[in-house]
């Protein structure tokens, strides 16, 4: 047997006695199991040596010594929703599901806290949390399917995210085993603290390459008393950019304030009807709440400059109104693959008042490569997840898409923007990241993972060149 091979097998080997032994019913090395947790929304997929399902704290350190004795590369995973390869392993690796890690330790009605494990899914504490009229604002389009876990390792975002921040804003504290296998509880259970540098702001948005995350304490909010569900239809383009920009420079902050054009509108009808209308340029989803004597004038306010900029408002008169809207939102992303079979999904974010000129630049790029560009996302935060769709079997056609990544990076970094404003670097975009960050930036942030893994075994490969 030559020395790769005999590598291999000794491997496998470990992988299915020495480690399925060390958290019996709790291990996997089954094929079928090793494809279910092989892949990401990226489109990336490559089957791990083993699959471990942790139930507490203890077996995560367990997992992490075992990890670090035999120099085995750990890969944690929420539910598998990033969209940037973030929890797509290798051969040589373990994937470490925290899909049991499932449970509301605790909400604090009156410090208004909520203390979970990581497997919680975003939408159930949601709705655990309206129970007690509280409120966790991030609400990522996946809100559905995807874990707080893995939504605190990406530093998710959300439609929401204009008026009440990211994950991070919500983030207090953390317990976290170190690759190490050591414990951290970083943050404060109160609602300042500035004791030491802060780790919870760090290991937020870390993409699970510093430690494994096994509790976390949230901040919520009351719940707000009246929301109102707004739609913008326009016939152009840039003056629903024009109305995004307007709508904000009168100071009114809607806690939604969503952009999709034509093409996206026109893919969610294609596959999951709701009855939008098809024949616009683009839609605008906007929603404010809070008082609502306050919230009817703002909304009366941006009809007015709606109408200005030749958009026509639409409101939804219930709640099953209001849910259909939101279920096409975030049908979207599914939709597109009806379009063509490869998404290159980017995720730019630009200065609110460039979006105009970006979505512009956009269809410019499209017109003159001949390659469907669609856009839709986070317009109020100036977060535009752009499209690029192709098919991989047509390699000139893919290769070209491919190539068009490079100019969007490069044209939303000359508006003064950033390549990522939600679903992080992971595998996708660590070959783009030099454009944006320094050497000497990057060499800090390479000598951070190196002081929490030192020996690289914690989801090696992902965020750096
Ligand atoms: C959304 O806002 C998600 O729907 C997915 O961030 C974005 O598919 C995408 O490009
Ligand atoms: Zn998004």
Same mark, same amino acid.
Do not use: H
């Given at each position: 047997m030559g020395g790769a091979q005999g590598w291999v097998s000794c491997f496998l080997f470990l992988m299915k006695n020495k480690f399925a032994d060390l958290l019996p019913g709790r291990v996997s090395t089954e094929p079928e199991d090793l494809v279910c947790y092989g892949f990401d929304a990226s489109g990336l997929e490559a089957a791990p040596s083993a699959v471990a399902w942790p139930h507490s704290l203890e077996d995560v350190v367990e997992i992490m010594n075992f990890a670090r004795s035999n120099r085995i590369p750990v890969i944690p995973r929420g539910a598998g929703t990033g969209m940037t390869g973030g929890s797509v392993p290798d051969r040589s690796s373990v994937v470490v599901s925290m899909e049991r890690m499932n449970r509301v330790l605790g909400i604090d009605r009156d410090n208004m806290t909520v203390l979970v494990e990581p497997g919680v899914i975003n939408g159930h504490l949601q709705r655990e949390l309206e129970r007690f009229r509280l409120f966790y604002p991030p609400d990522p389009a996946s809100m559905n399917f995807c874990t707080i876990g893995g939504n605190v390792a990406e530093n998710a975002g959300g439609p929401r995210a204009l008026k009440y921040g990211v994950t991070r804003d919500y983030v207090l504290g953390l317990e976290a085993v170190l690759p190490d296998g050591s414990v951290i509880k970083t943050g404060v259970k109160t609602a300042k603290g500035v004791v030491g540098y802060d780790l919870t702001r760090l290991l937020t948005g870390s993409e699970g390459t510093l430690a494994v995350i096994t509790k976390i304490l949230l901040r919520v909010l009351p719940m707000p008393e009246e929301v109102i569900t707004l739609m913008a239809l326009f016939k152009d383009l840039e003056q629903s950019g024009n109305a995004v920009t307007a709508i904000l420079a009168y100071g009114i902050i809607p806690r939604t304030l969503e952009f999709m054009d034509g093409e996206a509108v026109r893919a969610v009808e294609n596959f999951s009807? %709701?009855?939008?209308?098809?024949? %616009?340029?683009a839609i605008l989803l906007i929603e404010l709440d809070g008082d609502p004597v306050v919230i009817r004038k703002e909304a009366e306010r941006i009809s007015s400059i709606c109408s200005h900029h030749q958009g026509e408002i639409i409101m939804a008169e219930d709640e099953e109104a209001r849910q259909k809207i939101w279920e096409a939102r975030r049908a979207i992303s599914p939709a597109l693959y009806h379009l063509k079979p490869a998404k290159i999904n980017e995720d730019i974010v630009v200065p609110r008042t460039k979006i105009p000129s970006m979505l512009k630049k956009l269809r410019e790029l499209s017109e003159e490569s001949g390659i469907m560009i669609v856009c839709f996302g986070h317009a109020g935060d100036g977060n535009i997840h752009v499209n690029i769709m192709a098919d991989k079997e047509n390699k000139p056609e893919y290769e070209k898409a491919l190539g068009l990544v490079k100019e969007v990076f490069r044209m939303t970094l000359d508006l003064g923007g950033t390549i990522s404003g939600e679903h992080g670097v992971g595998l996708t975009k660590k070959d783009y990241i030099g454009m944006e960050i320094s050497p000497v930036e990057m060499d800090l942030m390479k000598k951070i993972k190196n002081v929490f893994d030192p020996l690289n075994i914690l989801n090696p490969g992902k965020i750096f060149p």
């Open positions: 009807p %709701v009855g939008l209308p098809t024949d %616009v340029e």
